[in-house]
Antibody
Framework: QVQLQESGPGLVKPSETLSLTCTVSGGSISSYYWTWIRQSPGKGLEWIGYISHSGSTKYNPSLKSRVTISLDTSKHQFSLKLTSVTAADTAVYYC???????????WGRGSLVTVSS | DIQMTQSPSSLSASVGDRVTITCRASQGIGNYLAWFQQKPGKAPKSLIYAASNLQTGVPSKFSGSGSGTDFTLTISSLQPEDFATYYCQQHSSYPYTFGQGTKLEIQ
């Protein structure tokens, strides 16, 4: 069974960089889109972007200037960096596998990141 | 961005009932529509993709239909474990977007 697990700091200071890593186990990295989605009370579920197994990326234009998603196939991990964070970036961040055939089929448990000084 | 609007925002029902949730897209999305169930403190769980296809392991009490701009999720014979929040999501064009959610509560 495919499992995804987020890891990273739960507290980030305003103007700093939020960094999260997702470790994938129980399945291949190939042929999927590895995605970050966040959920906050104010904005609901928000798609942040993805990286494909080949390394191509696509980001939400609302965050594009601040987001980088990277992939380390040897470690079965992909990562999210979000720069210049504000309180509005406080959310639960999910890493998600997107299958071309069946959409967002596997989700991590989520990682709460709070932006506060 | 494509806006996804769900109705109702909340819904009260009883065990054994059949309920329908509606999702409307601000422009045509073909059948590129997914449904998710989320319980408090948990990640969303995929129920349906491509408007009407059940994810592996999802019981057939869940069904989806629609195309273009109007979609429905129907849940038959409600059980206590079905009371949760349900979201639709379009995967027709980027950025992918979600509905605001429908909270299904026990009456």
């Amino acid at each position: 069974q495919v499992q995804l697990q987020e890891s990273g700091p739960g507290l980030v200071k305003p103007s700093e960089t939020l960094s999260l890593t997702c470790t994938v186990s129980g399945g291949s990295i190939s042929s999927y889109y590895w995605t970050w989605i966040r959920q906050s009370p104010g904005k609901g579920l928000e798609w942040i972007g993805y990286i494909s197994h080949s390394g191509s990326t696509k980001y939400n234009p609302s965050l594009k200037s601040r987001v980088t998603i990277s992939l380390d196939t040897s470690k079965h991990q992909f990562s999210l960096k979000l720069t210049s964070v504000t309180a509005a970036d406080t959310a639960v961040y999910y890493c998600v596998r997107e299958s071309y055939a069946s959409g967002f089929d596997f989700w991590g448990r989520g990682s709460l990141v709070t932006v506060s000084s | 961005d494509i806006q996804m609007t769900q109705s109702p925002s909340s819904l009260s029902a009883s065990v054994g009932d059949r309920v329908t949730i509606t999702c409307r897209a601000s422009q045509g999305i073909g059948n590129y529509l997914a449904w998710f169930q989320q319980k408090p403190g948990k990640a969303p769980k995929s129920l349906i993709y491509a408007a009407s296809n059940l994810q592996t392991g999802v019981p057939s009490k869940f069904s989806g239909s629609g195309s273009g701009t109007d979609f429905t999720l129907t849940i038959s014979s409600l059980q206590p474990e079905d009371f949760a929040t349900y979201y639709c999501q379009q995967h027709s064009s980027y950025p992918y977007t979600f509905g605001q959610g429908t909270k299904l509560e026990i009456q």
